[in-house]
C-alpha cells in the first residue's frame, strides 16, 4: 500500500493560519471517514490531533480542524502558536481493512 | 490514565526475530472497544503502520511485511506482542505500540507508548 501524500514542509507566523493536505485514493480517503491526524514533537510519540476527518478529541485546541473533498483531507491550524511547531501525519483506513499513514509535514512556525 | 509500555531488546542481529511486548495499564486488552496495533518510524523518516489486534485474536497487518509479522495477546498479564522474523537493517527503528479506538465516528489511535528504538545490526 502507498503512503497518502502529504508536503513535506508548510510555514506560517504566529497568529496566522496553515493547511495541510494529503492526498490519498477512492481506496481509503476517498472511500472512508476514518481520517486522523496526529502531532509528533521531536523525540516524542505522536498525539491524536483530530479523528473521524474532523472530530477533535477532548483536550485538543479549537484551532485544529480537519475537512475532506473526494481524495484529499486537510489539517487546518488557525491562530499558529510556537508549541504547533511540530511533525504532523495524515492516516486513514484502507479497503484492505489495514492503515495507512502520510509521509509525514514539518511545520515551521516563523 | 490509559498509559502503554513498549519493552524487548534494542539490538537485533539480521535474520533473526524482533520480538517486542506492549503492557497496557488503565484499559483493558480485552475490551471490544479498541484494537491493539503495533506503528514503527524509522530515524528522521514517517510513522508506518505494522498491524493491529482484536480481543477475538483477529489481526491484520501491513501487507507490504509478507507475513513476517505475528501478533499475539495475554489478556492475563493485560500485554499484546509483535514478532517480526528475518529481520534486516530495514526494520531499525523506534517502534511504537497504541491504542486504536472505535469512536462513534471513527476510528484513531488514540494512546501511544513512548516508542522503542529496535536497531537490526550484526
Known amino acids: 500500500q502507498s503512503a497518502l501524500t502529504q508536503p513535506a514542509s508548510v510555514s506560517g507566523s504566529p497568529g496566522q493560519s496553515i493547511t495541510i493536505s494529503c492526498t490519498g485514493t477512492t481506496r481509503d480517503i476517498g472511500g472512508f471517514d476514518y481520517v486522523s491526524w496526529y502531532q509528533q514533537h521531536p523525540a516524542k510519540a505522536p498525539k491524536l490531533m483530530i479523528y473521524?476527518?474532523?472530530k477533535r478529541p477532548s483536550g485538543v485546541s479549537n484551532r485544529f480542524s480537519g475537512s475532506k473533498s473526494g481524495n484529499t483531507a486537510s489539517l487546518t491550524i488557525s491562530g499558529l502558536q510556537n508549541e504547533d511547531e511540530a511533525d504532523y501525519y495524515c492516516s486513514s483506513y484502507t479497503n484492505n481493512r489495514t492503515w495507512v499513514f502520510g509521509g509525514g509535514t514539518k511545520l515551521t512556525v516563523l | 490514565q490509559v498509559q502503554l509500555q513498549e519493552s524487548g531488546p534494542g539490538l537485533v542481529k539480521p535474520s533473526q526475530t524482533l520480538s517486542l511486548t506492549c503492557t497496557v495499564s488503565g484499559a483493558s486488552v480485552n475490551s471490544g472497544n479498541f484494537y491493539w496495533s503495533w506503528i514503527r518510524q524509522p530515524a528522521g523518516k514517517g510513522l508506518e503502520w505494522i498491524g493491529r489486534m482484536y480481543t477475538s485474536g483477529s489481526t491484520s497487518h501491513n501487507p507490504s511485511l509478507k507475513s513476517r509479522v505475528t501478533m499475539s495477546m495475554d489478556t492475563s498479564k493485560n500485554q499484546f506482542s509483535l514478532r517480526l522474523n528475518s529481520v534486516t537493517a530495514a526494520d531499525t527503528a523506534v517502534y511504537y505500540c497504541?491504542?486504536?479506538?472505535?469512536?462513534?465516528?471513527?476510528?484513531?489511535?488514540?494512546?501511544w507508548g513512548q516508542g522503542t528504538l529496535v536497531t537490526v545490526s550484526s
Open positions: 473521524g476527518v474532523n
Open positions: 497504541a491504542r486504536l479506538t472505535a469512536y462513534t465516528h471513527g476510528l484513531a489511535f488514540d494512546h
